[in-house]
């Protein structure tokens, strides 16, 4: 019987590998042409599939059934970090039937694996890609925590740091030590030329806070590539060895019960002199490789490329149909552009937005958020604001001096990120609910604005329910948390003001959920609303028709949707203050999904910061 199973097992794996093995095959050999290497990978994948558990096959056979299952109008997301949601992974599965309760079936658990104190850099400085940080648990309580989640039907997303390794790393202790292997693994250089060449072409990404591309270390008299921090050493994909060992610590990964990959920092990957060493071409190879691997051993498992830019430059990450890439990418710009929206209560950059997204093919899938994890930098469209009047540098510091509450009639509380006095450029970070001035109010016990901000926030989810994609809630934001401004006192954070928005769950406003008249009930409660109505509706899948609707009005957003036969509008007000959107859908009665009654979709009066979720009878 064992033998019989054994065979089985194997024509599974031989199916899967003959389906792919010729592009495996040409794609790794144009990278390495190094057969031996190639031969390993093999060998070493097949082990992988063979260690994957029954439970983890089934799930795989069941999704390559139904390979859009995440494509479901009632997904839902929610990013957290283990420490701050819950103290620890055991935490994390005592904190589930809350996780069910609140309508998510999607977590993504923030960097866990072991890093280094006081250079982790929020968990992305890894320090050994098998172990869990002891202070979150262990493997084996990452495993009974995805076991129960998908009981559950809960999904899990995990970080998967690819782009360099903690200095602390066991290769780079042994590059630092001079071991040549080891070196070849990074970018080592005895003296400042080639670095120099490389800082020519290739952009800064923390110019003040981490400036330059290299880090000079004595101790064995080299430079070595560092494109974030100085104790995160960027890999040289250029050797096969790396690709290899980290295919193998990707699959370890999905093996543990993970079935969203998340490929952090994945337009840096490849470097090559003489270039921004951004998106280039052999990205997409190393990308489509694991793809391919990911499909032979473990099918279920989704790809979700971290890739902050414009929608035209990251559309490529999707690849192609016939050789797809990333499952999944990011609505970053059209998040920043909401927080403009907000900022200048003018909806025509977010109108023009959309409208490229919607543009898109529908197999394309976005995850859409209001806040993450990181800050919110100002990559918008200036040369279109340029148009409406608004210069790059003074249009920053109007939207920096907004969320600071310095502008604009703001009660918003934020803080800047990363300012550079030189280009005066900066990011952004706070809470949702203090970007919207709940923090305000509530500090001065102010019922119309505690009203006004409530009525912002759920505004604003309402819109991103109705984006084409899979939303993500920040975890807190579905009770309305606040900034935390203790991190100031740790002296491993207080340099980095992201922490501000990174605090610890505040258990005491799910426990304030038991009187209604509390914000965070009024916030939760009506997100469950909403989370119900786009479970219940066609409309609101991934795939489904969408597109934006004219209102002649500068602070009204209306957006269309459609799945077999079912119409739903979405209309918004960014403003304080009423207005009319002339939109003129004269094609029959409406019903409001959020009340039941009934009207025309025609010239409809938004109350402040108000919204219709509209159905076509």
């Not at 071991?179 to 080639?194: A, H, K, L, T």
């Not at 803080?415 to 990011?427: F, G, I, K, M, S």
């Not at 309402?462 to 084409?468: E, G, S, V, W």
Request: net charge negative; with cysteine.
């Amino acid at each position: 019987m064992a033998r019989k199973k054994k065979q089985l097992v194997d024509s599974i794996f031989d199916a899967r590998w003959n389906r792919h093995k010729d592009e495996l095959r040409w794609l790794y050999m144009e990278l390495y042409d190094n057969k031996d290497m190639f031969g390993e990978l093999e060998e070493r994948i097949r082990v992988f599939y063979q260690e994957r558990n029954d439970s983890l096959k089934a799930l795989d056979k069941e999704r390559e059934k139904n390979k859009d299952w995440y494509k479901a109008n009632d997904m839902l997301g929610m990013m957290l970090y283990i420490d701050n949601f819950a103290g620890d992974l055991q935490g994390v599965v005592k904190k589930l039937d809350y996780i069910e309760k609140s309508g998510v079936n999607y977590i993504h658990l923030m960097p866990f694996m072991e890093t280094t104190e006081g250079k982790s850099d929020g968990g992305y400085a890894v320090k050994n890609f098998c172990k869990v940080d002891e202070k979150l648990g262990t493997m084996k309580d990452l495993q009974e925590l995805t076991a129960k989640c998908h009981k559950k039907k809960i999904s899990v997303c995990s970080d998967f740091v690819m782009n360099h390794t903690s200095e602390d790393h066991e290769w780079a202790v042994r590059a630092r030590a001079g071991e040549g292997e080891y070196m070849s693994r990074y970018f080592f250089y005895d003296n400042d030329y080639i670095p120099g060449e490389y800082e020519k072409t290739v952009p800064q990404v923390f110019p003040a806070t981490a400036p330059g591309n290299f880090t000079w270390l004595p101790e064995c008299n080299h430079y070595v590539m560092t494109s974030f921090y100085p104790y995160q050493w960027d890999l040289n994909y250029k050797n096969p060895r790396v690709f290899n060992e980290m295919m193998y610590h990707f699959l370890f990964l999905t093996n543990q019960g993970i079935d969203i990959v998340r490929l952090d920092a994945v337009p840096y990957i490849w470097k090559e002199l003489g270039t921004t060493c951004r998106n280039l071409p052999k990205v997409h190879t190393i990308v489509r490789l694991m793809r391919i691997v990911s499909e032979i051993v473990c099918p279920s498992v989704l790809l979700l490329g971290e890739v902050v830019m414009e929608p035209e430059r990251v559309v490529p990450y999707f690849g192609s149909i016939d050789k797809p890439e990333c499952h999944m990418l990011y609505n970053v710009t059209t998040m920043a552009t909401t927080w403009h929206t907000v900022a200048t209560r003018d909806v025509k950059l977010l109108k023009r937005q959309l409208d490229t997204i919607d543009g898109l093919p529908k197999d394309y899938v976005f995850l859409n958020y209001l806040r993450c994890h990181d800050d919110i930098g100002w990559g918008l469209d200036f040369a279109f604001l340029a148009q409406e009047g608004m210069q790059e540098v003074p249009h920053k510091n109007y939207l920096n001096a907004y969320f600071l509450g310095n502008a604009g009639e703001s009660n918003s509380r934020g803080e800047l990120y990363n300012y550079d006095p030189v280009t005066q450029d900066a990011r952004f970070c706070g809470t949702t609910a203090s970007l919207c001035g709940l923090e305000t109010a509530l500090a001065g016990k102010d019922p119309q604005a505690i009203k006004k901000a409530i009525d912002l926030d759920v505004m604003l989810h309402a819109y991103m329910f109705m984006q084409n994609g899979i939303p993500i809630l920040y975890s807190g934001d579905e009770v309305g948390q606040l900034n935390d401004y203790t991190y100031k006192a740790d002296e491993n954070k207080k340099a980095d003001s992201r922490y501000l928005h990174r605090g610890k769950m505040d258990w005491n406003k799910v426990e304030a959920l038991k009187n209604p008249k509390t914000a965070e009930a009024q916030i939760y409660q009506r997100l469950r609303q909403l989370e119900k109505i786009r479970a219940q509706h066609d409309a609101f899948c991934s795939d489904s028709d969408a597109w934006t609707v004219e209102t002649y009005d500068q602070s009204t957003l209306c957006m269309g949707r459609y799945k077999n036969g079912e119409k739903i509008l979405g209309i918004f007000n960014f403003s304080e203050n009423p207005h009319m959107a002339w939109i003129d859908e004269a094609d029959g009665l409406y019903e409001d999904l959020l009340t039941g009654s009934k009207q025309k979709a025609v010239g409809l009066e938004i109350p402040a910061y108000g919204f219709y979720l509209l159905k076509k009878l």
